[in-house]
């Protein structure tokens, strides 16, 4: 992944307060540890289709993602894991298929969505 300018402070100010029903993780559980860059700016909690951020850092999996929109895009199902991935965009350490299987089910509807600015995508 490249350097980029832009910091975890970059993330909306909301960001890490919004929660609630996700669908589309139905029968997911576990936390995925969320980096920006080198640096660590929350904890996704999957359970009971239900997705939050905590500050906590015990996770299974980690998703570094290279810009803090790329990270809220994901997380607001409006940009594609794998797609990402393969655009150099993330990387992934730990339960790959429980980051895939949740960011995907993200696209179904998450509170994250709508966060990405307009051509920020």
């Known amino acids: ?28 559980r576990g936390r995925i540890r969320l980096d920006v860059g080198d640096s660590t700016v929350g904890c996704l909690k999957v359970a009971d289709e239900t997705v939050e951020i905590l ?3 015990e996770a299974e999996a980690t998703l570094i993602a290279d810009s803090p929109q790329t990270l809220v895009g994901l997380l607001g199902g409006e940009k594609h894991p794998v797609v990402a991935r393969l655009q150099g965009r993330i990387s992934v350490a730990g339960n790959v298929a429980l980051v895939i299987q949740v960011f995907l089910g993200l696209q179904a509807g998450s509170p994250w969505s709508g966060l990405v600015r307009k051509g920020q995508s």
Do not use: I, Q
Request: no cysteine; charged share 25%.
């Open 1 to 28: 992944m490249g350097t980029n300018s832009e910091s975890a402070s970059d993330l909306p100010a909301d960001w890490t307060t919004r929660r609630g029903p996700a669908v589309g993780v139905a029968g997911l």
């Open 55 to 57: 500050a906590d850092r």
